[in-house]
């Protein structure tokens, strides 16, 4: 059965930081790739980075820059560093691997906010 647990979430000022992590189990997580996707309040969940079996990157473009994403597959973990936070990216960040499915962590809140 696969899982993936999210963490790290929190409330930041702007121009802060946070380090998100997303945890797998049940899958041999070195074979496939991570994405991070956000929702909003009121807004449709959208893709923000993916990191591929090789360590490859992609960035939606009002992230690039600002957050970086890193994978430990002794760990099963990936990181999605979040720097220079603006009030907008505040949003519940999903991490999500696709296989035969698509399969959703539950979740972490990130709030930016003075």
């Known amino acids: 059965q696969v899982q993936l647990v999210e963490s790290g979430g929190g409330l930041v000022q702007p121009g802060g930081s946070l380090r998100l992590s997303c945890t797998a189990s049940g899958i041999i997580f070195s074979f496939y790739t991570v994405s991070w996707y956000r929702q909003a309040a009121g807004k449709e969940r959208e893709l923000v980075a993916d990191?591929?079996?090789?360590?490859?990157?992609n960035y939606v473009d009002s992230v690039k820059g600002r957050f970086t994403l890193s994978r430990d597959n002794a760990k099963s973990t990936v990181y999605l560093q979040l720097n220079s936070l603006k009030t907008e990216d505040t949003a519940v960040y999903y991490c999500?691997?696709?296989?035969?499915?698509?399969?959703w962590g539950q979740g972490t809140q990130v709030t930016v906010s003075s």
């Open positions: 990191i591929t079996s090789l360590g490859r990157t």
């Open positions: 999500a691997i696709r296989i035969s499915t698509t399969y």
